[in-house]
């Protein structure tokens, strides 16, 4: 999956994901700080749906951060290690550490929830290519659920699908918010 694909994938499992969110970290900050919170919520899930792409030199998110690139995600082969069980493990570790070393700060919460659903997204959606992931690395076998051909037309319009759900959702979420 293309860029735009996988920030508007990102974009709906946040929102899908917004009322535990809210229930279990928002709920009691005025609705001011909660608008904050919500956008370091959405732009960290944007940033968790490129994320598992640094492994890809070309990707936006490895010219983003191209320190990042050079040190880890050109180790790995695309859709490998950045892609798996095994990650999502590291990911997962690596949040919580910092969650409990900034003494479960709201902020950082934040972060770490949306960047963590972003990831998630990611890797949903590239099982869905033909190309598939290697979700059980080490292991070299590529796991596909449906043979949608990255940027092909079908991808096209599944991304323009993605976009009118994100706007509905949107619009609903904030309804529902306040």
């Known amino acids: 999956m293309v860029k735009e694909t996988h920030t508007k994938g990102g974009y709906i499992f946040a929102l899908l994901m917004l009322p535990f969110i809210n229930i279990k970290f928002l709920n009691e900050y005025d609705i001011i700080y909660k608008c904050?919170?919500?956008?370091?919520?959405?732009?960290?899930?944007f940033?968790?749906?490129?994320?598992?792409?640094?492994?890809?030199?070309?990707?936006?998110?490895?010219?983003?951060y191209?320190?990042?690139?050079?040190?880890?995600?050109?180790?790995?082969?695309?859709?490998?290690?950045?892609h798996?069980?095994?990650?999502?493990?590291f990911l997962t570790y690596l949040l919580e550490l910092l969650t409990k070393y900034t003494n479960n700060n709201i902020v950082f919460l934040c972060l770490c929830s949306g960047f963590f659903v972003g990831y998630i997204s990611h890797l949903c959606l590239d099982l869905l290519t033909k190309e598939g992931i290697e979700i059980f690395y080490p292991i070299s076998i590529n796991f596909s659920l449906l043979p949608i051909k990255t940027n092909s037309k079908t991808e096209k319009f599944i991304c323009k699908t993605l976009n009118f759900i994100v706007i509905f959702l949107l619009g609903y979420r904030f309804y529902i918010l306040f």
């Open 66 to 82: 191209p320190i990042l690139y050079k040190k880890f995600g050109s180790k790995f082969k695309h859709r490998g290690f950045t």
């Open 36 to 45: 904050i919170l919500f956008a370091i919520y959405i732009y960290f899930s």
């Open 47 to 64: 940033l968790g749906s490129l994320a598992p792409d640094i492994d890809m030199k070309g990707s936006y998110i490895s010219k983003r």
């Open 84 to 89: 798996s069980l095994l990650s999502i493990s």
